[in-house]
């Protein structure tokens, strides 16, 4: 069982030719709604690829969250066990997204920045989960709870540093994974990190004894594997028709996580995380373009 801890939204998303300018008005762009957030995609995609999965997360009393509720109403494997705060709206994000799959994103997070300590260790008391998800986008005591509470429960974290703030570095030793893409890896590093190459670099200085990922969207995944003696390899990405990468980042965390907590080992974890995140950026939006397991076996099945 899988219990992710994290941020849920409501995505307005615009799809446009092109990016405007400043002070520019663009008017043919096309719009989309659906449920997002970081945690619910998480939380989604860990659903899909078959593992019983539970979202702690924190929503307004208002018309957002009832859309999201009546949206995921059939998704099967997940249980959302919401902190209702009334006094505030449920997250919402402003997502535009151009002709070549690029998106800039505006997130005002509403109830996420008021998701609570308390609820979450009620919630993981209560549970006993053997993989814990967590995510940048909720309050920095509640990431903190969670790790503090790691060796008391037993369970194993994955934190995907994801969006990046400061006190990311304050507790990046202490989750069992960890994973980043080349802009989180920039500001947690301090140095550049654009490729491969780079990546590697980075890498052969960490200092600490959790294993992490980079993820290096179409140059694909780096992995420090303590658990092969800091081991360092590079998993090349599958080459697609990319549409739309909002999610893929979301999908691959959620997706090695299940993985991970269906009993395969790291580096197959990695291997079906890309081919999910592969077939999630061939489609438009956030949960809905997440690929089910069998999906992403047929996938693979395509490059035999």
Not at 23 to 42: A, C, H, R
Not at 47 to 71: H, M, P, Q
Not at 140 to 161: G, P, S
Request: proline share 4%; net charge neutral.
């Amino acid at each position: 069982m899988i219990l992710i801890v994290g941020s849920i939204n409501i995505d307005f998303t615009i799809k446009v030719k092109r990016f405007p300018e400043e002070g520019e008005t663009i008017t043919d762009g096309v719009f989309f709604q659906s449920p997002g957030g970081k945690g619910l995609n998480q939380a989604v995609a860990s659903a899909r690829a078959g593992e019983k999965t539970f979202l702690v997360c924190s929503v307004g009393n208002d018309v957002f969250w009832k859309f999201i509720e009546d949206y995921l109403k059939n998704e099967k494997n997940l249980t959302i066990l919401p902190e209702v705060n009334k006094g505030f709206s449920t997250g919402v994000a402003f997502i535009l997204v151009d002709d070549k799959g690029k998106n800039k994103i505006v997130v005002s997070p509403g109830a996420n920045a008021k998701l609570s300590s308390n609820h979450v260790r009620q919630v993981l008391e209560q549970s006993n989960p053997r993989f814990v998800v967590l995510q940048c986008e909720i309050p920095f005591d509640v990431v903190q709870t969670v790790m503090e509470m790691k060796n008391k429960l037993n369970f194993i974290v994955v934190f995907n540093t994801a969006p990046f703030k400061s006190w990311v570095r304050e507790i990046i030793h202490i989750p069992d994974f960890v994973i980043m893409n080349e802009v989180e890896a920039k500001q947690i590093f301090g140095k550049d990190v654009k490729d491969k190459d780079s990546a590697v670099v980075v890498l052969k200085d960490y200092p600490f004894h959790n294993s992490v990922m980079i993820t290096l969207g179409k140059d694909g995944v780096v992995l420090l594997n303590q658990e092969k003696g800091k081991k360092i390899s590079h998993f090349p990405a599958f080459e697609v028709d990319v549409v739309d990468t909002t999610g893929a980042g979301d999908t691959f965390a959620g997706y090695f996580s299940a993985m991970m907590s269906a009993g395969k080992d790291l580096e197959e974890s990695i291997n079906l995380a890309q081919a999910a995140s592969a077939v999630c950026v061939t489609r438009e939006g956030a949960v809905k373009s997440i690929p089910k397991f069998h999906e992403v076996l047929a996938f693979l099945q395509t490059l035999k």
